[in-house]
């Protein structure tokens, strides 16, 4: 095998699917924006000019195949809320098809009160009996 050409086809294949990848999603975020108000779906932010580059197009199914031309799948977040509503979602379970994994969790044995007692002790113990009282 020819190995300069086995990269060259490598690194056409890896431009063109860039390309096919950045106007796909070139596509849905130019139809979110122009079906969608200019607001965060989560925090309420709303965002104009440069900044409207800190909205995200999030798909409420996570199917990023799924673009019904009404925008129903798509909600505008902001990059924070954005990570924030992946994050929450890893966290339960919704991508890997399991059980949260907080439930993996082993208990804590972290006992706050645990020495409380000694802290507080009841009234009478608090007087001193052998001090005189004027």
């Not at 860039?18 to 932010?45: F, S, T």
């Not at 440069?50 to 505008?76: C, F, I, M, Q, Y």
């Amino acid at each position: 095998m020819n190995k300069p050409s086995d990269e060259a086809r490598r690194a056409q294949l890896h431009a063109e699917l860039q390309r096919d990848i950045a106007q796909r999603q070139k596509g849905y975020r130019e139809r979110a924006l122009a079906v969608l108000p200019h607001v965060c779906a989560n925090c309420g932010r709303e965002f104009s000019g440069k900044r409207l580059r800190e909205l995200t197009v999030h798909h409420r199914d996570h199917d990023h195949a799924n673009n019904p031309p009404d925008g129903s799948n798509w909600e505008l977040l902001c990059i924070y809320c954005h990570d924030h509503e992946h994050e929450k979602n890893r966290l339960a379970g919704v991508y890997e098809g399991r059980t949260a994994e907080v439930e993996c969790l082993s208990p804590s044995i972290f006992s706050p009160f645990e020495k409380l007692d000694l802290l507080v002790r009841p009234e009478s113990d608090t007087t001193d009996a052998g001090t005189d009282h004027i």
